[in-house]
């Protein structure tokens, strides 16, 4: 996991929720209210969009902490 | 990604713009990195709703498929067009049910307005009879517009269906009858014919078109979420539905003023002189012909165009008139104002002449300073921001939710050259000895006619767009006003005019209610283009005679103020009616007038000629 990818998803985080992750990477859906299944797609979309990637459908409805959704995104990116 | 406008991104966040200025980025720029906070932002500060949306309006949505994401973007969406909307949501795949539930909370919620949305999963594509194809799927959306209509009393719009953008017959799948793509456009053709001037419909197969049909639809989220619209376009898709809803509820702008240096042609006049700004020739001339060529469009469907510019006023009609290559002339314009004040006191004196509310303006400049002086000056106005190249020009105004139109009505179309006319009114109207002897002068010929079938969606458009000359703004639709039609207890009564300048079409409307000894004028309304013409006269003294035609002893009138109808207040005492006490209740402000029917009048104008029919 490179450092510089969790800072895109956690800048991609911080703008959908309207809130920075509390516990940085280590943040989960139940950590915060904003983070709902519908909010949790918003967030794929904007990290795709920074990083103009695709990433896998079932990112869409797995919702882990946000170090496996960077570890999701290094993968689908390459 | 895939933009689905031309518009420059906003230089501030969303978040941090005051909510005229972003209400008017949402009508411009389409992208979820805008609408997104913008959504979350409303919900956060509900009270922009009331401070914004000049009307309320409840959706209910029934879909086949997921609508979460769009039932998010929907409301901001409206409140750009002020509608301050109420959305609500059914569990998708649950249309029929929703619907034949007697018992269910659709009916208990009594929405003004059904969205109905289907996806080409639903139609069996790839059937084996295709005609049976299009006809389940026509028999099924245009049944549930029966029962939208009769068990809920509201307006259907429906979604209509997207060709796919993956099919078998690829290049021939248009002169295949039984591809897909064939079969969906069919269905959409049926639809639109079978639904008529009766459905709202948002063209989505249009919508996918214009960004890209894999933009449109990206098929990772309907495996995952049976969601059909990718997260780029819905808020495309929302923004149309919401400029569906504001040309159906008489909320899209009237007039569009336009800048003239740099936006009707390439260059400055008065720097460049008649012979050197461009139109017509080279790029950026084709760019500018080809932006007047739209808004001819814009002037031929109904929108009334006017200019403010600030230049010599004979230079700039000269400019009009023998510019070269020009394909708007002055008499496309319905007001010109050029000069050296600021814009807006050129808006306002537009807004004067032709009798329009600011909010029925949009206006269109190239320069960023006026359209930030406009904007801050008068925040009623829609402001259109140009791109910098003006071969983008057309995008900014193609899609604008402000110039959304139905299905546009004989009256419609006849809308510019009845405002051109208007300014030829006032000539003589300034030359005129006497009011009697202009009134006269213009030598109006009047129709009274009952309202029929044929003339439903004109009066519904009255019913819904009137505000100035609107004694009490009941907003009836099309089909509440159809349900009038013959009931023993009303009579409904259009008015339409001409005058020696131009035939103005249908401009007002009466609704008689008989209540025993009653006639009561439950609305009584006028186009702005005739206000001071008397027509009124005509239209209260009709509503007398019905009433004394069943018996009647009286007639009651009533006016109910609003922000825009102080103009009326005085009218029933000035045709003779008389106050009546009324016990509290009604809307606040509210005063009721009585004319005895055993008295004659109440008096007719004596400067309008009746038609015969």
Known sequence: MTAPLLDVVLAAFADVMGEPAPNGGDTVPEDVEMWTSLTHVHLVYEIESRLDIALPEVLLVHRGSLATVAEAVRAAAG | ?613
């Open chain 2, 1 to 613: 990604m895939t933009e689905a406008s031309t518009q420059p991104a906003a230089a501030q966040p969303a978040a941090a713009l005051p909510w005229p200025e972003l209400l008017g980025e949402l009508r411009g720029e389409a992208r979820p990195q805008l609408w997104r906070p913008a959504a979350r932002r409303l919900r956060r500060e509900p009270g922009a709703r009331a401070r914004h949306g000049r009307r309320q309006v409840a959706l209910a949505v029934l879909a086949t498929h997921t609508t979460d994401f769009l039932a998010e973007y929907l409301p901001v969406g409206a409140l750009s067009v002020g509608i301050d909307l109420t959305v609500r949501q059914f569990p998708y795949g649950q249309v029929e049910a929703e619907l034949l539930d007697p018992a269910g909370e659709l009916r208990a919620q009594r929405p003004d307005y059904v969205l109905l949305a289907g996806t080409e999963q639903d139609l069996q594509l790839g059937a084996a009879d295709p005609d049976a194809v299009v006809e389940a799927a026509v028999a099924r959306w245009s049944g549930l517009w029966t029962r939208v209509r009769e068990d809920l009393g509201a307006r259907v719009v429906q979604c209509l269906f997207t060709v796919p953008a993956d099919d078998v017959y690829g290049n021939v799948s248009a002169a295949v009858g039984s591809s897909d793509s064939a079969v969906v456009r069919r269905i959409n053709a049926a639809l639109l014919e079978r639904g008529g001037d009766d459905v709202l419909f948002v063209d989505c197969d249009r919508l996918a078109a214009d960004v890209g049909r894999r933009v449109w639809r990206d098929p990772r989220y309907w495996d995952a979420l049976r969601q059909p619209v990718s997260l780029d376009a819905l808020p495309l898709l929302a923004r149309t539905v919401a400029g569906v809803l504001a040309a159906d509820l008489g909320l899209t702008r009237r007039c569009l003023v336009v800048d003239l240096d740099n936006t009707l042609w390439g260059g400055v006049l008065g720097e460049d002189g008649l012979d050197g700004v461009q139109v017509g020739q080279g790029a950026v001339g084709e760019a500018h012909a080809r932006f007047q060529e739209y808004l001819g469009g814009l002037r031929r469907r109904g929108v009334v165009l006017a200019v403010a510019s600030k230049n010599d006023a004979d230079l700039a009609h000269r400019a009009l008139a023998e510019i070269p290559g020009m394909r708007l002339r002055p008499s496309d314009f319905a007001v010109v104002v050029a000069d050296w004040r600021p814009k807006s006191e050129q808006l306002r004196e537009i807004a004067g002449r032709l009798g329009l509310g600011l909010e029925s303006l949009a206006f269109v400049d190239d320069n960023p300073a006026e359209r930030s002086q406009v904007a801050g000056e008068l925040p009623e106005v829609d402001v259109i921001a140009l791109p910098a190249q003006p071969s983008q020009y057309v995008r900014a105004l193609a899609g604008r939710p402000t110039l959304e139109t139905g299905r546009p009505t004989a009256d419609d179309r006849a809308r510019a050259a009845s405002y051109q006319a208007l300014q030829k009114v006032e000539g003589l109207r300034v030359a005129a000895d006497s009011l009697e002897g202009f009134l006269d002068s213009l030598q109006m010929r009047s129709l009274l006619r009952p309202l029929t079938p044929g003339g439903l969606d004109r009066a519904a458009q009255l019913l819904q767009k009137t505000n100035q000359f609107n004694l009490t703004t009941r907003r009836r639709s099309r089909d509440e006003l159809a349900e009038l039609l013959g009931h023993p207890d009303w009579r409904c009564l259009t008015l339409s005019l001409r005058d020696r300048f131009a035939d103005h079409g249908t401009v007002g409307l009466v609704l008689l209610r008989l209540d025993g000894a009653a006639g009561e004028i439950d609305t009584l309304l006028l186009s702005c283009r005739v206000i001071g013409r008397t027509a009124e006269r005509r239209l209260v003294a009709a509503a007398a005679a019905e009433a004394r035609a069943v018996g009647c002893d009286r007639l009651v009138g009533r006016y109910v103020p609003t922000s825009r109808n102080s103009l009326v207040a005085g009218l029933y005492p000035e045709l003779g009616f008389q106050p009546v006490d009324e016990s509290a209740g009604g809307p606040a402000g509210a005063r009721s007038y009585m004319y005895p029917l055993d008295l004659d009048g109440p008096s007719d104008s004596p400067h309008l000629t009746e038609e015969q029919a």
